[in-house]
């Protein structure tokens, strides 16, 4: 097994998903700021023009590169992977970031609901990650990233599509932390808590979720999301910095993981609780 110094960012190509927004437009300022060339991956054709084009005038000495793809879509994976293998030989960084939300208990929504959370989710990345090996293996002292989420930790009820996503994701990354330090390539799997994005206002509804049930859950959610993403962009930074395979970001994400680890069956009826009592307080404020 080879063993990893700290990771140099400056003047290595960085491929970066989710790029447009949240985390990952945070990613990419940050990782501009450490020297590093970009290869930005969003479906969001003007909001990743306009994060490429504040990273070019920040960091003029770094190239810059968009491609626009929908990750739900397989033949999009495989020409983004094609594309950044012709362009870039060697890579230094991949940060799997994509990702989206479907809110519904497992009846409310449909298998094609649920196949597209697993496709952007999950298939992506592993699609991504298998065709980028060559490029990542070509750069001494490379690393890998997979953004899992908290409910890579726990699953709660009306996360089934997303949670099955983020465990499956969780344990592709630790099977390729090991196998890949063979390689001399790196790995962090990251859970982050409730991050300050535009996932909540972004996921799927189930199709036969009641419309009643709709808004009061966004509002849940979007009620727990207060966690800044350029605070978690930096800590998964220093993480890869470090080489560290496992990061969890916000007590959002560390208290439960406790709570799992004590009680592997019985946590969920405690995270619930917690996270109702939280928003009513948070209500009354």
Same mark, same amino acid.
Request: zero cysteines.
């Given at each position: ?25 945070? %990613? ?7 020297? &590093? ?89 592993? %699609? ?13 002292? /490379? ?5 899992? &989420? ?22 592709? /990354? ?112």
């Amino acid at each position: 097994m080879t063993r990893l110094g700290y990771f140099r960012f400056a003047g290595r190509t960085a491929v970066l998903t989710g790029a447009a927004s949240g985390i990952g437009e945070q %990613l990419a300022y940050q990782l501009g700021e450490l020297g &590093s060339h970009l290869v930005l991956v969003d479906r969001d054709e003007p909001r990743l023009k306009l994060v490429a084009d504040r990273v070019r005038t920040s960091h003029p000495g770094i190239t810059v590169e968009t491609i626009v793809a929908d990750l739900a879509d397989r033949s999009q994976v495989e020409g983004v992977a094609t594309r950044i293998l012709a362009e870039h030989p060697a890579i230094g960084l991949l940060i799997n970031n994509a990702g989206i939300a479907l809110g519904g208990r497992f009846d409310q929504v449909t298998v094609e609901e649920f196949e597209t959370v697993m496709n952007v989710n999950f298939r992506a990345p592993m %699609l991504l990650t298998h065709a980028l090996l060559p490029a990542l293996t070509a750069e001494p002292g /490379s690393h890998l990233v997979n953004l899992s &989420s908290l409910f890579g930790l726990i699953a709660p009820a009306g996360q089934s599509a997303y949670a099955a996503s983020k465990f499956a994701l969780r344990g592709l /990354s630790q099977a390729l932390h090991t196998e890949l330090a063979e390689n001399g390539v790196g790995v962090t799997t990251v859970h982050p808590g409730g991050i300050r994005t535009r996932i909540a206002e972004s996921a799927i509804v189930g199709s036969n979720v009641p419309e009643a049930d709709i808004e009061p859950h966004k509002r849940l959610f979007a009620a727990l999301l207060t966690y800044p993403p350029e605070k978690a962009a930096r800590q998964i930074l220093v993480a890869v910095a470090k080489r560290k395979p496992r990061l969890l970001i916000a007590l959002s994400a560390k208290a439960p993981d406790v709570l799992a680890r004590l009680f592997p069956v019985g946590h969920a009826r405690v995270m619930q609780f917690l996270t109702t009592s939280s928003v009513k307080l948070g209500a009354r404020r």
